[in-house]
């Protein structure tokens, strides 16, 4: 059952190592960004694409830990909370550009981000499941 399930296990690390990477402001604003986007738009697309990437990823967490699969879940929502609490300080009228550098502002001031915690926790832990 080993031989079966450690694959299944590592590549359960794997997609949740690249849903980690590709939720994080930097990746997420240059793949949804357009410039015709108003803050609201922006705003509405970079949510609905952290909700559908963790969708795509949600049965991975009968391969992992519940603490890896809480640090992916916890990540998912503060992420999700930032986005929502910069968008909250905008104009009505802000476009996606200014709604973009503060979430980067924000990400690039807290040092170390949310996502590299939890990219730390999930590459332990698929070094420990490897030995």
Same mark, same amino acid.
């Given at each position: 059952? /080993?031989?079966?399930?450690?694959? !299944?296990?590592? @590549?359960?690390? #794997?997609? !949740?190592?690249? =849903?980690?990477?590709? %939720?994080?402001? @930097?990746?997420? %604003?240059?793949?949804?960004?357009?410039?015709? !986007?108003?803050?609201?738009? &922006?705003?509405?697309?970079?949510?609905?694409?952290?909700?559908?990437? =963790?969708?795509?990823?949600?049965?991975?967490? %009968?391969?992992? $830990?519940?603490?890896?699969?809480?640090?992916?879940?916890?990540?998912?929502?503060?992420?999700?909370? %930032?986005? /929502? @609490?910069?968008? $909250?300080?905008?104009?009505?009228?802000?476009?996606?550009?200014? !709604? /973009?550098?503060?979430?980067?502002?924000? =990400?690039?001031?807290?040092?170390? $981000?949310?996502?590299?915690?939890?990219?730390?926790?999930?590459?332990? #832990?698929?070094?420990?499941? &490897?030995?």
């Amino acid at each position: 059952a /080993n031989n079966t399930v450690l694959p !299944l296990q590592l @590549q359960a690390y #794997e997609r !949740l190592a690249l =849903f980690t990477e590709r %939720i994080r402001p @930097q990746s997420l %604003i240059g793949r949804v960004y357009q410039p015709v !986007l108003s803050a609201v738009d &922006m705003q509405i697309a970079l949510i609905q694409t952290i909700r559908n990437e =963790f969708d795509h990823n949600v049965t991975q967490q %009968i391969y992992v $830990s519940a603490a890896a699969w809480d640090a992916v879940k916890t990540l998912k929502e503060q992420t999700i909370s %930032i986005i /929502n @609490q910069v968008a $909250s300080h905008l104009p009505a009228d802000a476009p996606a550009k200014e !709604l /973009n550098r503060q979430l980067l502002e924000v =990400f690039l001031q807290a040092g170390e $981000s949310p996502a590299d915690l939890t990219a730390q926790i999930i590459n332990l #832990e698929a070094k420990k499941v &490897m030995h």
